[in-house]
């Protein structure tokens, strides 16, 4: 991480800009965005980011209704993500979803835990038509993922008959971009 400090003695006008630009990766900021925006926007690289899971869960209804189908579905299974040029083929994921359904359409809100066989982690928020497809931000992250942030857009469908009675299978692909902040 690098700091810049610019001290300016004499005369200065303000329709004239100062530029810098970082050593390590040759952004070009202006000295008026201040030394936490060029840190900020040097410390992070944006890449894509693709997920193939699949898993199962357990759902339970808490309304079942014509006027309002409410469920609570809790899950597990594996993954595999690519992010940027690398691929992990070993994820585990746990979800958590409270899905409502009216007039055939579902909606809902999800959270997810995408977890590398060290215990590193993050955290996706799904919501809108989860089940048809949705937006999904990342929350949080721990080791090699903290300070992660980004967005995309998923499609979670549900296949195979069940294995137990109240248990749903899934694959989900999910795809778009984040910000991860460069290692040191």
């Not at 759902?59 to 595999?80: E, F, M, P, R, W």
Request: glycine share 14%; with cysteine; charged share 20%.
């Amino acid at each position: 991480m690098s700091i810049i400090i610019c001290f300016s003695f004499g005369c200065a006008s303000t329709s004239k800009k100062a530029w810098v630009k970082c050593p390590n990766c040759g952004i070009v900021v202006s000295v008026k965005e201040g030394a936490e925006t060029f840190q900020r926007m040097s410390g992070e690289k944006e890449q894509s980011f693709s997920i193939m899971a699949v898993g199962s869960g357990t759902a339970k209804t808490l309304s079942d209704s014509k006027a309002l189908t409410v469920h609570n579905i809790v899950g597990q299974g594996t993954a595999s993500a690519t992010i940027g040029d690398k691929t992990f083929d070993d994820l585990i994921w746990e979800f958590v979803a409270v899905v409502r359904i009216i007039d055939g359409y579902t909606v809902g809100k999800g959270y997810y835990k995408f977890a590398t066989p060290n215990g590193d982690y993050f955290i996706l928020e799904a919501a809108g038509a989860v089940l048809e497809g949705g937006t999904w931000d990342i929350l949080h992250g721990t080791g090699k993922w903290l300070g992660i942030t980004g967005r995309g857009n998923g499609r979670l469908l549900i296949q195979g008959k069940p294995l137990l009675p109240d248990t749903e299978q899934y694959h989900l692909r999910l795809a778009g971009r984040l910000r991860l902040p460069k290692s040191e």
